[in-house]
């Protein structure tokens, strides 16, 4: 089953703090170079992580 959560949000509005940590990908597809490398970078990071359990 999969679930998504969509949350509108302002990007100029700054938000609180929070102790929350959400696995949100960068887009797999982009126009924006900077986007493609943010991507690379999300990739690279998720390899090195390790299971918490």
Do not use: C, I, K, N
């Not at 302002?10 to 929070?18: L, N, T, Y």
């Not at 102790?19 to 170079?33: G, I, K």
């Not at 490398?37 to 090195?48: L, S, T």
């Amino acid at each position: 089953m999969t679930t998504v959560v969509h949350v509108e949000t302002d990007p100029s509005v700054p938000a609180p703090d929070s102790e929350s940590w959400w696995d949100v990908p960068v887009a797999q597809v982009s126009e924006l170079e900077s986007t493609r490398r943010a991507r690379v970078a999300y990739e690279e990071g998720r390899r090195a992580q390790r299971p918490l359990l």
